[in-house]
């Protein structure tokens, strides 16, 4: 029997999709498992393994079958959203010829081994000649795709991580966020300055007694440990496939918080993955809807759901028995304050949800001038303390607390940043919705059950896959497109009161 | 500049070596790590490497660069050696068709599957029509191969674990032992029926004791953790790649014994994968030799220096302190009587190394026969019945501890059985080498120190890789070809000495 040609193309993307999950599973390795001297082969494995992938989706044969599959009349909604799908994966995978992509993939490789002792040194200089080399070829790689794509060079890389993302758009809701933010938080800090005073909590918190806490708060927030394990690495993250999510941690036997923090975030994301659609496993409709919309999902958790007094109620006796702590430090009143503190700093990825956004914001006007060619790597630093004065008033002692502290340029992932606080943006815009759809979601937080705000996921979120655009996900599961508002009241019901 | 067609050749294997480099990392986190619920995700993953490694050696281009490699006359002598082993690879690959291959995948899957319950039930009916139709796969498999080789079915299924090995030469060696055994077993038996008493020791054992005893003995021995790791898994086995070499045990907590003995078991192989040579990873010249000389590197271990007195000197001591035991059940001399204990048993991998051969020769004899076509498998539980009453004098109560034990069968794995023994008897005649070569190799043991035998087979077995055949390894390395005598030796001098 002949098979139709989106027949064709769904065995050659489930083929695709089992060697991205085979490639998965070996970063997982290598950062959970891997001795140090597996490093060479392990390189090699995922090297063979990319190529392979690249092969398949630039088959000479994909034109035609795609051309084939999108006039054919009697493929369904979720069909013809997968033949969509699979139309972008292919346009970005073909726009870029393999000079450049074995160009990018060796600048990137390089660029990053010399930005990890820059970093450590606070040497701009000694990574800039790499860095110019990594932009000029990301430049490249976008001037390709936005033809492609018939987008702008900065939307082409965008596109990459946001799926239909415009930097314009993006612009308007950052915009109203960035004229919002310097007063409030000013508000924000009087108003915590004047509370009552932060009561620090005392360890040691043993690693053991972290790990059980976590697994204790994964289980209750609906992770399935038959398609999943918690591990450890140096940087946390959430791997492997949907169907075998792989999270891991890092144990700071002098602070549970990060840890266990951390543990509730990435299990957002594992949430996700485990709830995205079964009949589509394998399929590009029945992957997850790209980068911001990932992070809404972590954020969610984290962010709106577990830094609420209602989360906080439930898991303070937890966390108490398991540390032995006892005394007003663990009180639901001092971890409530404790898990919504908010300070200026200079460092994203410890930044508190108030102050994120400003991290963000500085970042995307940064790389957005840089790929338009309106600024210089040379000038970077400079722009880079400029504008951080600007949004948050202070300045980095040196550049390792400033543009040397995130790897994403430097590894080539050059419009990425915007999805952390689209995510944040999101995440608050579908937590509203979700309240008000199911008023008892947070009631049942505070006994720790979790199944009414996972059910309202589940069916609003996860099981779309990607079955919708980012545009139109959000809004018919909110019923309006997304904007800022959210995001702000709920900073504002949060953090400043009244 | 062109490539030659060895560089080419070089290239390809170097991407399949990587494949399956990628395809053993997989296997082991799928019985070491991964949940069940990965296990669909996980089948798909394997499959899919596995096509694409085929699609690769089958490649029509291959048949030309071979024929110009073997031409090429400035090839080195390791060169030639490495387009000889990949000739190797390509004959078996190209022998059978891709629906023969897709056909005994499928069968045997299916076999393995009604196996598992078959045994649990004794009950062989069940399982007959599956392993009628296994066999009857491996038989075409074995004639269209036998073809290619220009060898007998039976030698070209024994081909693909023993390159070069033929059944002829086997018979010799076996029907060997086969005449010495029984008479040898009484008199062991009988010796030790009237030797002192074993005593027991008394547990239990914690998991977490004896991995630490175990990473310490391997440690001891040379095995290199920053290339390889230790963890657990149901069936413990030596997987990863010569640079990650993943070992697994299972522990039970009523006897360290039998995990402590795995692992040095699995050591044994893991010290021959870490010490293949480094100039030829990737290429298949720089692989091991093949089932038999990789057991006897296990055995040589395993057997011939850890269940010698010389360790038990040196690793009582640390067992006792690890364990807190005490008494004389703890002493050298209790020791050695009870890791060097013979008994007449039903299952091959509980065998102590005097009764091991019987079950090896039992089910060589057996399978040559079926592939032969002079065995029908509905005659199988009658003829297991008969050869072992014939060899050991014993009949199983059921076809459990019969002919149902063994997973090789089922799963397709003909021609393999022969390596153990073969295998046994390299260790010995390579132990006995190495000791005349190095008398300090014992004394040094009993000091813990295993650098004058790693010395010893890093130059003499791990650093040939497969430069040598087989035959010409245990030639060069022991000055005559491969005979039972040592083995024989061996067990006189252990088992039934004076």
């Avoid at 139309?87 to 992509?101: E, I, K, Q």
């Avoid at 043993?206 to 927030?221: C, D, H, I, R």
């Amino acid at each position: 029997m002949l098979k139709t040609p989106y027949q064709d193309l769904e065995d050659r993307f489930r083929r695709m999709d089992a060697l991205g999950g085979a490639l998965s599973m070996l970063h997982w390795d290598m950062s959970a498992m891997m001795p140090p001297g597996g490093v060479e082969s392990r390189t090699e494995q995922l090297a063979v393994l990319k190529i392979l992938g690249h092969e398949m989706i630039t088959d000479p044969a994909l034109a035609d079958l795609l051309d084939a599959a999108e006039a054919d009349q009697h493929l369904n909604a979720w069909q013809q959203a997968n033949v969509h799908e699979m139309r972008r994966a292919w346009v970005h995978a073909c726009a870029v010829d393999a000079d450049l992509v074995e160009a990018l993939s060796r600048a990137c490789a390089k660029c990053e081994t010399i930005w990890r002792s820059a970093r450590e040194n606070a040497d701009f200089k000694a990574v800039l000649p790499s860095l110019e080399e990594v932009l000029n070829l990301v430049r490249q790689e976008a001037a390709a795709k936005a033809d492609k794509l018939g987008v702008s060079a900065y939307d082409a890389l965008l596109d990459q991580y946001e799926p239909g993302g415009r930097a314009d758009e993006i612009d308007t809701v950052f915009t109203d966020l960035s004229g919002f933010l310097p007063d409030f938080l000013d508000d924000v800090l009087a108003k915590q300055a004047a509370g009552p005073e932060m009561m620090p909590l005392d360890g040691p918190f043993p690693a053991s007694a972290q790990k059980t806490v976590g697994q204790a708060f994964m289980t209750a927030l609906g992770f399935d440990f038959d398609h999943g394990r918690l591990d450890e690495s140096h940087h946390p993250f959430c791997g492997g496939t949907y169907d075998d999510v792989r999270l891991t941690t890092r144990y700071d036997e002098s602070d549970f918080t990060s840890a266990l923090m951390g543990v509730l975030h990435e299990t957002g994301h594992a949430l996700y993955d485990q709830g995205l659609p079964k009949d589509w496993r394998g399929q590009p409709v029945g992957a997850d809807r790209g980068m911001s919309i990932h992070e809404s999902q972590s954020l969610l958790i984290e962010m709106q759901a577990c830094r609420s007094r209602e989360f906080l109620e439930f898991a303070a006796p937890k966390m108490c028995e398991a540390f032995g702590g006892s005394g007003s430090a663990w009180d639901v009143d001092n971890l409530t304050r404790l898990y919504t503190k908010v300070e200026k700093g200079f460092i994203r990825v410890e930044a508190d949800e108030v102050t994120y956004p400003a991290h963000v914001i500085l970042r995307f006007n940064l790389e957005r001038a840089a790929i338009a060619g309106d600024l210089k790597m040379a000038d970077l630093p400079g722009a880079w303390n400029d504008g951080l004065k600007d949004i948050l008033g202070i300045t980095p002692p040196t550049d390792r607390e400033g543009c040397l502290q995130d790897i994403h340029w430097y590894d080539g992932a050059w419009g990425y940043f915007p999805t952390y606080t689209l995510g944040a943006m999101t995440a608050a815009q579908l937590f509203a919705k979700a309240k008000a759809d199911v008023p008892g979601i947070l009631p049942s937080i505070a006994k720790g059950d979790f199944a009414p705000l996972m059910d309202w996921l589940r069916t609003h979120v996860h099981a779309k896959g990607c079955s919708l655009s980012v545009q139109d996900l959000i809004a018919n599961a909110t019923g309006e497109s997304l904007n800022a508002d959210y995001f702000k009241s709920h900073l504002k019901a949060r953090y400043a009161p009244g």
